[in-house]
């Protein structure tokens, strides 16, 4: 599908929406994902791999809402409003899917926060606390991962990492050099740099940090940090998606 | 009815550092407090040796990682009405479950030979038998609530057990987290 050109001369007329949003009356951009509708209205929708400034990508499933008519839940991160839709964010069923997935990331890799260096600060942690995800029911899968320290300032610890990919494409959309890429499948798949060489031999990487600052937990970090001190500022990418033109 | 029965609590420490234990000392004069309504009936902290059957409350602390943890965690669940996973170890197995991606003869080997200053060997009685992956309580037996924290805060412990005095059932998740 083309996209709009990008001189806006004779901006094109976007349609206002109403829908309801948990019994709220809401208007709406047509454009607008459902996602971005809550947020200005006050209604948090908990999120993961979302990221405001990054394109949509909709893996984690934390967004889901139900939407009244379809069978099927919606990611709330990529799904447009519409006409008179009905989206419920937090009935029990949602929350019982939200704490489910919490579970399962839990349980796939390392998240042992107490000896993580994003203790604290780590959003997988915090909407484990929000989504009041007190335990895993699920077997601990206790698989080994790969770090690499061989970049002058960063680390990579696949056993933290979530797969959100918001390294991929904040690599990709913003800093433009594509460094970070997914590699593998299900549960073997895992974030790599150039054609999975070390981190430290890459040479596309920028060494810009904006993959470290973006990542929601204890996987991309600075080198140097011991428990609890790795504080992430991913505040800039709204900023500078705008400043850009939103590309 | 007056003078109404204490009521009765039994705490152990399983594979965990015992910090959850100092952080319930922590409670400082509160203690005195919750010896006004509670009896400690078994625990590190007390001389009681067995743990009386028809407990009201029993607290764990520390992962599943050895066969003599397994039959603590199996008595605390026979033995207490109401069974509370306190700390991370025992919530998610936390630190002692690092060792989990590491083959058991080589944690053996790391402990008792790599590591060791005189007479390296391995022990050969003595020791419980290690389990091969240590384990949060609830996945050896059902636990009735979740104290997250590595240790919790001895405010999150207070909230929770009065809570439980006042015959509410506490949300620890709105007092403490993973790695708190």
Redesign the interface.
Known sequence: MARHPATPAAAPKVRVVTLKIDGHDIGAREDETILNAANDNGIRIPTLCYLEGLSEWGACRMCVVEVAGSPKLMTACSTRVAEGMEVTTNSDRLQRYRRTILELL?AER???????VS??HCEL??L??AC??????V??R???YAVDSSHDLFRIDQNRCILCTRCVRVCDEIEGAHTWDVMGRGVDSQVITDLNQPWGQSTSCTGCSKCVQVCPTGALVKKGTAAGEMEKQGGFLPYLTEMRGNR | MSGAPKITLATAWLDGCSGCHMSFLDLDERLIELAEKVTIVYSPIVDTKELPAGTDVGILEGSVSTEEDLHKARMFRERCKFLISLGDCAVSGNVPSMRNTYDLDDVFDRAFIENAQAQPQRPSESLPTLLDTAIPIHHAVAVDLFVQGCPPPADAIWFVLTELLAGRTPDPTQVTRFGA
């Open positions: 839990f390392n998240h042992i926060c107490s000896v993580c203790n604290g942690q915090s484990a606390r009041g995800m007190d335990h895993v029911r077997p601990y206790n698989a080994a």
